[in-house]
């Protein structure tokens, strides 16, 4: 990933256009008229050997004759010129050019690239509609109408999908702080433009239209970076998904490309919206409302509590919200009892609550604090007809102290038009979402509730509690091995439960046996009976079809009889199938277990995917499935699984018990883990997973294994926990861990930073804090791997507890150039070698990732940091940011001192 050199594209203060031209509805012609109009006030040079003159502007043959380097360059000659034009733009000192040439072929766009990089020249495009910097007066593009400024930025694969939203957007007066289309992105892609927009100023928000991906784990790293600092949202296109091949485990057919893309998405923070209208209307919902609103539960801001002057208005969203699936809160005995006491008629206490078409502000207002008062009421959504016994705007006026203390926690809906007007306003500048009508109001809270959702689970703390468990890699590594070392691709049933139970899952007891039936029936007496018997047979995927498992065979007797009714069957249906024997296994009497299913899928994109549902022999019709990337932990765990229908089972019903859903975490933990210390494995399908009170038990299993390795940690779009980075040594005479940080290390985080002086926090951050929010604490321990690293110190303390005594962070840049860091040492363990220890770990680690330079800013005053840095080989950088710090930076590729 890289932002190297796009600040041209946004800020240049000079562009040429190469193909400059008069000729009518040319796009050189259109791309000179724009950036004549567009107000950019740096120097534009024409290129063009046909013309010595465009109007009253010198037109220049060559790049060579320019007067000077232009910043930004935009080409637009035939698709043969464009490499050697990016050479002579390179050659000349140029570092961005659009490339709005369409039609290039596979050569040319590589000759393209390679005269580019040569010369660190990014480019957008090939074929694309080109770039607007509307803070910057920049037109670089051939659209057919120019933006005003804003605060959105808009990026766009498809030129004439910008097009049509720039139209849009100006006869609805949506401005812009930039738009980009993209075109073929041969350079410059989503990744590159994220990071870049997640730290300009002048953006609020970043909508994207997307058609196809590439390079997910810069793509993931980069849109988690932006997710967190402003709102990311997206449209795609492209739902359908293909046949699922019939040689694959049905765990892959359940995991269209579609489906794991809305699942990178909601893991990366950001929300995808259906059309791209919603792109706005939510961009503008999200700039409205001042704060999401959060909660220790996070099921009762899914409910919607809704207060109206209309019935009629009500049941229209009441009913909009049950054919979404929202719940209406249930009152509680505290709101029933408040509502019940309100000044004036209302239609009772129920959800619809109807205040009746007279309602005053003081009925209104006791009624929005009898249910923020409760928090199980969830989100309120206002609503109000007007009436000429109480005008809007005298009722907005009213309640606005009240909403500017609440606004996290309201939506309001204002039906009608120009009466409401004023009212819908006061309301907005309050932060207060607003929508039209009833059925819009149900469909924002939704969008509004996926966002808050998607960014919770970037806040997320795991508990520590070891859930993930053990793990018996070489025991897992010797099966698979064995598998591949034999020329076979699927394991043996037995095979798989092996796999299962090396990772810490429970399997059902199981034996595998000849095709003898009379020794099916010996292995069931040994194992115990009722059995359960099923053929093995590498060319039957789906036993059941053949009528493959025989259930509940009360005796040996039976389990024969079974056996030789099965082969029989085999001869007759698939008479080829190869036979290898049977699997037979204890018969599991559990009757208040759900069947669940989970697995994993190898998308071509996003790499290993876990996929999780309802289970059984309907697995297909129910079709009730989520998806999730790994790496997963308790909570991303939870979360995939409270996105299925299931999930509502599991929490019991009559005289059903809660089942074991940390059980079901932890198998999807597992799984997780499989993934990544197993690259052989290609898809794994358990069906069913049991699970009732007493925990899971898995029954059945797939395992489909790949010598070509196509899971593996190198394959996840996210990177995960870097576990080869824990090192023990000895230090003072304790046993000291060195290791990356955790989410899980959140509470040892905060007690290591409670027993911080101000004074060393001043010399960390410059100014002394007494107390840190939740969300910035979150941010400090769940870091993304791929482009930051926090290195903790810890040891056992008296009481045997884990504790933090020092840190080290580095954030590097998306180009790998600079990584900044810093560092703290508990104070009272300052002098004691630590801080050296940390560093040189630090160091190593950034040398190995091709860092080039570890810079730092410290205060003059702080003479252990500085005596430190320069033991360490850092010097003082040439240029200084001001009197009272020095920026330090070490070379990389340099030696650095040792250890003392």
């Given at each position: 990933?890289?932002?190297?050199?796009?600040?041209?594209?946004?800020?240049?203060?000079?562009?040429?256009?190469?193909?400059?031209?008069?000729?009518p509805?040319?796009?050189?012609?259109?791309v000179?008229?724009?950036?004549?109009a567009?107000?950019?006030?740096?120097?534009?040079?024409?290129?063009n050997?046909?013309?010595?003159?465009?109007?009253?502007?010198?037109?220049?043959?060559?790049?060579?004759?320019l007067?000077?380097?232009?910043?930004?360059?935009?080409?637009?000659t035939p698709?043969?010129?464009v490499?050697?034009?990016?050479?002579?733009?390179?050659?000349a000192?140029t570092?961005?050019?659009i490339v709005?040439?369409?039609?290039?072929?596979?050569?040319?766009?590589?000759a393209?690239?390679?005269?580019?990089?040569?010369?660190?020249?990014?480019?957008v495009?090939?074929?694309?509609?080109?770039?607007?910097?509307l803070h910057a007066?920049?037109?670089a593009?051939?659209?057919?109408?120019?933006?005003?400024a804003?605060?959105?930025?808009?990026?766009s694969?498809?030129?004439?999908?910008?097009?049509?939203?720039?139209?849009?957007a100006?006869g609805?007066?949506?401005?812009?702080?930039?738009?980009?289309?993209l075109?073929?992105?041969?350079?410059?892609?989503?990744?590159?433009l994220l990071?870049?927009?997640?730290?300009d100023?002048?953006?609020?928000?970043?909508?994207?239209?997307?058609?196809?991906?590439?390079?997910?784990?810069?793509?993931?790293?980069?849109?988690?970076?932006?997710?967190?600092?402003?709102?990311?949202?997206?449209?795609?296109a492209?739902?359908?998904a293909?046949?699922?091949?019939?040689?694959v485990?049905?765990?892959?057919?359940?995991?269209s490309?579609?489906a794991?893309?809305?699942?990178a998405?909601?893991?990366?923070?950001?929300?995808?919206?259906?059309?791209?209208?919603?792109?706005?209307?939510v961009?503008?919902?999200?700039?409205q409302q001042?704060?999401?609103?959060r909660?220790?539960?996070?099921?009762?801001?899914?409910?919607?509590?809704?207060?109206?002057?209309?019935?009629?208005a009500?049941?229209?969203?009441?009913?909009?919200?049950?054919?979404?699936?929202?719940?209406?809160?249930?009152?509680s005995?505290a709101s029933?009892?408040?509502?019940?006491?309100?000044?004036?008629?209302t239609?009772?206490?129920?959800n619809?609550?109807?205040?009746?078409?007279?309602?005053p502000?003081?009925?209104?207002?006791?009624?929005?604090?009898?249910?923020l008062?409760?928090?199980?009421a969830?989100?309120?959504?206002?609503m109000h007809?007007?009436?000429?016994?109480?005008?809007?705007?005298?009722?907005?006026q009213?309640?606005?102290?009240?909403?500017?203390?609440?606004?996290?926690r309201?939506?309001?809906?204002?039906?009608?038009?120009?009466?409401?007007?004023?009212?819908?306003t006061?309301?907005?500048?309050?932060?207060?979402?607003?929508?039209?009508?009833?059925?819009?109001a149900?469909?924002?809270?939704?969008?509004?509730?996926?966002y808050?959702?998607?960014?919770?689970?970037?806040?997320?703390?795991?508990?520590?509690?070891?859930?993930?468990?053990?793990?018996?890699?070489?025991?897992?590594?010797?099966v698979?091995?064995?598998?591949?070392?034999?020329g076979?691709?699927?394991?043996?049933?037995s095979e798989?439960?092996?796999?299962?139970?090396?990772?810490?899952?429970?399997?059902v007891?199981?034996?595998?046996v000849?095709?003898s039936?009379?020794?099916?029936a010996?292995a069931?007496?040994?194992?115990g009976l009722p059995?359960?018997l099923?053929?093995?047979?590498?060319?039957?995927?789906h036993?059941?079809?053949?009528?493959?498992?025989?259930?509940?065979?009360?005796?040996?007797?039976?389990?024969?009889r079974?056996?030789?009714?099965?082969?029989?069957?085999?001869?007759?249906?698939?008479?080829g199938a190869?036979?290898?024997?049977?699997?037979v296994?204890?018969m599991v009497?559990?009757?208040?277990?759900?069947?669940l299913m989970?697995g994993?899928?190898?998308?071509e994109?996003f790499?290993?995917?876990?996929?999780?549902?309802?289970?059984?022999?309907?697995?297909?019709?129910?079709a009730?499935?989520?998806?999730?990337?790994?790496?997963l932990n308790?909570?991303?765990?939870q979360?995939?699984?409270?996105?299925?229908?299931?999930?509502r089972?599991?929490?019991?019903w009559?005289?059903?018990?809660?089942?074991?859903?940390e059980?079901v975490q932890?198998?999807?933990?597992?799984l997780?883990?499989l993934?990544?210390?197993?690259?052989?494995i290609?898809?794994?399908?358990?069906?069913?997973?049991?699970v009732?009170?007493?925990g899971?038990?898995?029954?059945?299993?797939?395992?489909?294994?790949d010598?070509?390795?196509?899971?593996?940690?190198?394959?996840?779009a996210?990177r995960?926990?870097?576990?080869e980075?824990?090192?023990h040594?000895?230090w003072?005479?304790?046993?000291?861990?060195?290791?990356?940080?955790?989410?899980?290390?959140?509470?040892r985080?905060?007690?290591?930073l409670?027993?911080l002086?101000?004074?060393?926090?001043?010399m960390?951050?410059?100014?002394?804090r007494?107390?840190?929010?939740?969300?910035e604490?979150?941010?400090?321990?769940?870091i993304?791997?791929?482009?930051?690293?926090?290195?903790?110190?810890t040891?056992?303390?008296?009481?045997?507890?884990?504790?933090?005594?020092?840190?080290?962070r580095?954030?590097?840049d998306?180009?790998?150039?600079?990584?900044?860091?810093?560092?703290?040492?508990r104070?009272d363990?300052?002098?004691?070698g630590?801080?050296?220890?940390?560093?040189?770990?630090?160091?190593?680690?950034?040398?190995?990732?091709?860092?080039?330079?570890?810079?730092?800013?410290a205060?003059?005053?702080n003479?252990?940091?500085?005596?430190?840095?320069?033991?360490?080989?850092?010097?003082?950088?040439?240029?200084?940011p001001?009197?009272?710090?020095?920026?330090l930076?070490?070379?990389l590729?340099?030696?650095v001192?040792a250890?003392?």
């Amino acid at each position: 990933m890289s932002i190297r050199h796009l600040d041209f594209f946004f800020e240049p203060r000079s562009v040429a256009v190469i193909g400059a031209s008069e000729r009518p509805r040319s796009v050189g012609a259109t791309v000179w008229r724009n950036l004549g109009a567009g107000g950019f006030a740096g120097d534009l040079f024409a290129v063009n050997p046909k013309h010595r003159q465009l109007g009253t502007v010198r037109c220049w043959p060559d790049v060579a004759s320019l007067p000077a380097v232009p910043e930004l360059a935009v080409v637009c000659t035939p698709p043969a010129t464009v490499p050697g034009l990016i050479d002579q733009l390179g050659r000349a000192g140029t570092k961005a050019a659009i490339v709005l040439s369409a039609g290039l072929d596979a050569a040319q766009k590589q000759a393209m690239l390679t005269a580019a990089r040569s010369h660190l020249l990014r480019i957008v495009g090939p074929d694309g509609l080109g770039v607007l910097a509307l803070h910057a007066g920049l037109n670089a593009s051939f659209a057919h109408t120019g933006a005003a400024a804003g605060t959105l930025a808009f990026v766009s694969q498809s030129g004439s999908v910008a097009s049509a939203m720039l139209d849009w957007a100006r006869g609805r007066g949506i401005g812009f702080s930039q738009v980009v289309a993209l075109g073929e992105a041969a350079d410059v892609d989503f990744g590159d433009l994220l990071d870049w927009l997640a730290s300009d100023p002048r953006t609020r928000a970043i909508l994207l239209h997307v058609e196809s991906m590439s390079h997910a784990r810069k793509f993931m790293s980069a849109a988690r970076a932006a997710a967190r600092n402003k709102p990311v949202l997206l449209v795609k296109a492209g739902k359908s998904a293909g046949g699922a091949r019939e040689e694959v485990a049905r765990a892959d057919a359940r995991a269209s490309p579609d489906a794991v893309f809305d699942a990178a998405i909601r893991r990366a923070g950001m929300l995808r919206v259906a059309t791209l209208q919603e792109l706005f209307s939510v961009a503008a919902l999200l700039a409205q409302q001042r704060g999401l609103p959060r909660g220790s539960d996070p099921g009762q801001l899914e409910r919607l509590s809704i207060v109206t002057n209309g019935g009629g208005a009500g049941v229209m969203a009441a009913d909009a919200a049950a054919e979404a699936g929202i719940e209406l809160a249930p009152l509680s005995a505290a709101s029933r009892q408040a509502l019940e006491q309100l000044p004036g008629p209302t239609a009772g206490p129920a959800n619809p609550v109807d205040l009746m078409g007279d309602a005053p502000p003081e009925r209104y207002e006791a009624a929005l604090r009898a249910l923020l008062a409760a928090p199980d009421a969830g989100t309120l959504l206002l609503m109000h007809a007007p009436t000429a016994l109480v005008p809007s705007a005298e009722l907005a006026q009213a309640l606005l102290p009240l909403v500017r203390e609440a606004a996290p926690r309201l939506l309001a809906c204002w039906l009608g038009g120009p009466a409401v007007e004023e009212a819908r306003t006061a309301f907005q500048s309050a932060g207060v979402p607003c929508v039209d009508t009833p059925e819009a109001a149900v469909h924002a809270f939704s969008l509004l509730a996926s966002y808050r959702r998607n960014q919770e689970q970037l806040l997320q703390t795991p508990p520590d509690n070891g859930l993930g468990g053990a793990m018996d890699l070489p025991r897992i590594q010797a099966v698979i091995g064995a598998a591949l070392q034999s020329g076979r691709h699927r394991l043996s049933e037995s095979e798989g439960q092996a796999v299962l139970a090396a990772c810490g899952i429970p399997v059902v007891a199981t034996a595998v046996v000849p095709r003898s039936p009379r020794a099916a029936a010996r292995a069931a007496a040994g194992i115990g009976l009722p059995a359960v018997l099923k053929l093995l047979s590498p060319d039957i995927l789906h036993r059941s079809e053949v009528g493959g498992v025989a259930l509940a065979l009360a005796d040996e007797a039976a389990v024969e009889r079974a056996g030789r009714a099965m082969l029989r069957r085999v001869r007759r249906l698939r008479p080829g199938a190869r036979i290898d024997g049977f699997t037979v296994q204890a018969m599991v009497q559990r009757p208040q277990a759900l069947e669940l299913m989970a697995g994993t899928h190898i998308d071509e994109l996003f790499g290993p995917v876990i996929v999780f549902g309802h289970g059984g022999t309907s697995v297909d019709v129910v079709a009730d499935r989520a998806l999730a990337l790994p790496p997963l932990n308790a909570p991303l765990a939870q979360a995939l699984m409270q996105r299925t229908r299931v999930a509502r089972l599991l929490r019991g019903w009559h005289d059903v018990p809660p089942a074991d859903g940390e059980a079901v975490q932890r198998v999807l933990c597992a799984l997780s883990q499989l993934l990544a210390d197993a690259p052989e494995i290609a898809e794994i399908d358990i069906n069913p997973l049991l699970v009732d009170a007493q925990g899971v038990l898995a029954l059945a299993a797939r395992i489909r294994v790949d010598a070509r390795r196509p899971a593996g940690a190198a394959r996840f779009a996210i990177r995960p926990y870097p576990r080869e980075l824990v090192e023990h040594r000895e230090w003072q005479g304790r046993a000291l861990t060195l290791r990356p940080i955790r989410p899980e290390d959140e509470a040892r985080h905060m007690a290591f930073l409670e027993k911080l002086d101000p004074a060393d926090i001043r010399m960390r951050i410059f100014y002394t804090r007494r107390s840190i929010e939740r969300s910035e604490l979150a941010r400090l321990t769940q870091i993304d791997y791929e482009r930051e690293m926090a290195i903790v110190a810890t040891a056992l303390d008296t009481q045997g507890k884990e504790e933090t005594l020092a840190v080290v962070r580095a954030v590097t840049d998306p180009d790998n150039h600079d990584a900044e860091f810093g560092i703290v040492v508990r104070s009272d363990l300052k002098g004691q070698g630590l801080g050296p220890i940390l560093m040189h770990k630090l160091i190593a680690y950034q040398r190995g990732r091709g860092t080039q330079w570890l810079v730092a800013t410290a205060l003059q005053e702080n003479a252990g940091m500085l005596a430190l840095a320069q033991r360490l080989g850092f010097e003082p950088r040439s240029e200084q940011p001001e009197a009272s710090t020095v920026a330090l930076a070490l070379d990389l590729r340099a030696a650095v001192p040792a250890l003392a």
